[in-house]
Every structure is written in C-alpha cells, then in structure tokens.
C-alpha cells in the first residue's frame, strides 16, 4: 500500500505543540520510498496549519480525493516534487506553482520530525 | 533555498542515564520500575528513576521512603562507583568520531556542532540517527536528540524527543516550532518570568514573539530584546569545546555548614578535603597554582580571607597543606562559630608539577598523587581519602543521605 499520513497524538513533552494555533502531528504509514528526504515509515510530522509555504518547505497539501493528504517538497521554483513515494502533484503548463495551487490546497508546513527508536529487545 | 548552508547543531540527552547504565549492569532491571538512590533509612533522595517507575508520579530529588510509598515494587538500586563516568566517556568517545566540536554539559547531555561535516557524515539530521544507533548497539545506551541550526531550539527539541526519540526542526521553521509552546518551554524563563508573562496574558511563545517590542520593554528591561529573540528561535551562541572554552583565572572549592561549627578538627579536615578536590581539577585541566586564599565566614556573617604566594606553582594538595593550614591558624582568632570555609587558587599557568625532580621523596609523592588520582577516576572520588577526612565523609554521608550509599 502506498505511503499515506495519518494524524496522531504522541505523549510526553510533544504533546505541548498540538493546540490553538492548528498545529497537529501526522505519522508516515504504508510504503516509504526511500529517496533523498531519508523519510521512514513510523516518522511523526510536527504541522503548522500555515498554507503560506517558501522554497525548501516541506509541506502537506490536499491531493484532492476525499481525506488524503501528501507530503511534497517546495522547489526553488516554487513546484512541488514528490518525495517519499507519494504521488507527485498533477503538473499543468511545465508545473504546477506553489502559489497557482491557491491556498485551499496546501495543509500546512512541517516544522519537525519526530523519529523514534524501538525500545531494544 | 533554506538549509542549504546553515549550522548543524544537536542537542544529546542520554535517556534514565544513571538507570540504563544499572540496567546494563544488571539486565534483570529492564522492564521494572526502577530508582537510583540510597535507602530511605539513610534519608535517601532518588538521584534517577526509570521511565517505568516515572508512570508512578517519581522523580529526581524525590525522597526514597515517598517513592516507596507510591510504588510498593519499586527496585532501588546504589549507584555504582565509577560506572557512570566510564559509561559518559564510551558515549563521548562515539560521539567524537562525528564531530571534534562537542560541549559537553553533564556526564550524560552534550551540544555537537556538525557544520562543515555533511561530506563525512551527510546531513547532521541522517549522522544523529546513525549516532543513536551506534551507542544502541556498542553501549546498549539510548539517546535522545535534537537537530536543529542552533543550539536553543536543539535543546527545546531533544525535550520533545525523550525517549528514545530524534526530533529535527526543518531549517527556518524555528518560530513556527517555538510558537504553541508554553513559555516556560525556552531555556531561561523561570517560574518568576513564567508568572509575569502568564500575567501579561502571554502564555505561549508565539504570543511571546509578536508582542511589541517598546511593551516587553517597560517591564523587563534590557532582558525583553534577547527574551523576544530566543522566543523566535533565534541564537547564535557558539558549541565551544574544551580547548576554546574561557579558562578560569582561579579555582577553588567553598561550603556553607550544615551546621555552624567551632570544631577545629572539622575544619582542617574540611580544609584538607577541599584542597583534594581542589588540587583534583587543577591536575584534570592540566594546571598548575602560585596563588592560596582561604576564606573564612563566621556565624555573624564577618568574612575573612588570607592569601598566600608560593615559592613554586603546584598541584599537590600536600605541597598546599601546611600553607593552609597557616592561613587557617591564623585567621579563626574570634571566638565565634564558623559557618562557611573555602579554599581558591590563583596565578594558574599550564604544566604539569616537576618539583624535585632529583628528590626521592619528592618523586614518591608524586607518584602518590597520580596512583590516588587513577583509583579516584575508576572507583570514585571517595574510594580513598586521607585518614583525617575518612571520618568527615562518614559523618557527612549520615547526615545527607549520599545516593552513592
């Protein structure tokens, strides 16, 4: 099954980052592609509820179909690259822009990523 | 583009350090809730206690007999003599083969700065994880970090990744991170400037940070510019390592009595005892001594304090002894109880102690020291002590309860 995110709420101090001002955490689930964001199944996203996103973001945007949200990559010419093997955004005209998206599409930008070790065994 | 040419800075908490190292010692220990700490008997206080025994409302500093109470099945464990410290110096040792550039803050919490190393090790984020899981499989130790380009919002997130956990903050999204937090989550705001903030209606440090600047002013004075700037996840202090870190011009070794005291054997041997730990660090920093002051504070809160030059700079506590001692003879003239006795040394130069290089007792001594300083730095500081301050370290240990039992 191909990568999706799902919302979580972790315990301990991180809980003190979800609250008023829309930030929220999403797990990476199903199948990762390994790729040059290193991103890993199990990785916990901290999210800003910010649709104002700049080159370099890594940000969460709606893909359009019913709950799905994707993770992408803002590129310094403000498109979005896939990455970790979600689906690229649709391109249109050589790309689609950041901007020419409008902002009901973008979800939020990531601000961290949390990455647990397993307790050892 | 962001990220593309900042800082690299990690922020290492080793997790429940003083419990995982028992619990490698010890396997049986893993899984239970467990403490550090000496026997409620001896007044003990909990100096570590596990993640499992942390479910039961412990924590550092709490006494042992109400940890007891709150968890019947509590396992207490003595610290172990010179484990920690071996333990601290295998992490280290790892943890320097990414990066020359450690600050080291405790036995078991660090700054790395990795800038410059992303064609060794690629990004700082990708190194720290291989780092945790190096000192997981060599060391069966678990680390928490926090990435981020300074050491401010590190420290922040290492807090959010405990246990076991690897937070990083992507490059740029400093403030966005900071802003839900509660203020008393930065570094540096206590639970005084927490009130006044909370009074203010300023609970969160993103509220913090778009405050007007000239508000935050009349209250807190020139402390409102770099507060409001921390709150925005912005700092530029350097990870200094050893070797940049701003040597101290003295060294020295003070304490308050528990009780005030008039007791002249106390003293020379708390004198003695100071001069040993004292002398101790000289010897660590690679220092060497020409100056002795010895401070005096009586019940009535008169200070006094002597100085003395030596002929030759040195590290022997020996060498300082009768030097204090004098100092000491001379100045507790008054026939009040003494409360507070300190020693300092000065005129610090780098070397190592030559002193009578062609005296054989000389020779001995220094022998002496360095054989006492090896047993210290794998048994402990108390595993061997002179005669007059054995006594002082039992009375002591009875009284307050040592977690090392």
């Known amino acids: 099954m191909k990568a999706w995110l799902q919302e979580v709420h972790p315990e301990g101090k991180a809980k003190q980052f979800e609250g008023e001002r829309g930030t929220f955490f999403l797990e990476l689930r199903g199948e990762v592609t390994d790729d040059a964001e290193h991103l890993r199944r199990g990785d916990l996203f901290a999210i800003s509820a910010d649709s104002d996103a700049e080159p370099g973001d890594l940000v969460v945007w709606w893909t359009g179909s019913a709950a799905s949200l994707a993770l992408a990559r803002v590129g310094s010419d403000l498109r979005l690259s896939a990455v970790a093997g979600f689906p690229p955004p649709s391109v249109r005209r050589g790309g689609v822009r950041v901007r020419s998206l409008g902002q009901a599409s973008i979800r939020g930008v990531v601000v961290g990523r949390l990455r647990r070790l397993r307790p050892a065994s | ?405």
């Open chain 2, 1 to 405: 583009m962001k990220g593309a040419s900042f800082r690299a800075v990690l922020h290492v908490d080793l997790d429940a350090f003083f419990v995982a190292v028992e619990r490698v010692l010890d396997p049986r220990l893993c899984g239970r809730p467990v403490v550090v700490g000496a026997s409620p008997s001896r007044r003990g206080v909990v100096a570590a206690a596990s993640y499992e025994a942390r479910a039961f409302g412990i924590h550092s500093a709490m006494p042992m007999a109400q940890a007891l109470r709150l968890c019947p099945n509590l396992v207490r464990v003595s610290g172990t003599h010179g484990a920690y410290g071996r333990a601290s110096r295998a992490v280290f040792d790892v943890l320097g083969n990414y990066t020359p550039v450690i600050e080291k803050v405790s036995v078991d919490e660090a700054y790395l700065d990795l800038t410059g190393t992303e064609h060794l090790f690629g990004r700082a984020v990708d190194a720290a994880d291989r780092m945790r899981r190096e000192v997981r499989e060599r060391l069966r130790l678990d680390l928490t970090i926090g990435a981020s380009r300074n050491r401010l919002v590190s420290k922040v997130a290492s807090a959010f990744a405990k246990p076991m956990g690897l937070f990083d903050v992507q490059p740029g999204q400093e403030a966005r991170f900071l802003a839900p937090l509660p203020v008393k989550a930065l570094p540096g705001i206590g639970p005084v400037t927490t009130r006044r903030l909370h009074d203010l209606n300023i609970p969160r440090l993103g509220v913090l940070a778009d405050t007007e600047g000239w508000f935050l002013e009349e209250i807190f004075g020139n402390y409102s510019k770099p507060m409001q700037r921390r709150a925005r996840g912005e700092d530029d202090t350097p990870v200094s390592p050893p070797w940049e870190r701003h040597e101290a011009k003295t060294i020295g070794h003070e304490e308050t009595f528990a009780a005030d005291t008039d007791d002249h054997a106390f003293l020379r041997a708390k004198l003695r005892a100071q001069l040993e730990s004292t002398t101790r660090r000289l010897r660590e920093k690679g220092l060497l001594a020409r100056k002795l002051t010895v401070k005096l504070r009586y019940a009535d809160f008169v200070t006094e304090s002597r100085d003395a030059t030596l002929p030759v700079a040195t590290d022997h506590d020996i060498e300082l002894l009768q030097p204090a001692l004098e100092l000491l003879h001379r100045m507790a003239t008054r026939r009040t109880l003494v409360r507070l006795l300190g020693v300092r040394l000065g005129g610090l130069v780098q070397g190592y102690w030559q002193g009578g290089l062609f005296d054989p007792r000389a020779r001995r001594s220094r022998r002496l020291v360095s054989v006492l300083d090896r047993v210290r730095a794998k048994y402990g500081v108390q595993a061997v002590r002179a005669g007059e301050t054995v006594w002082l370290a039992q009375a002591e240990n009875r009284r307050h309860g040592s977690f090392l039992g």
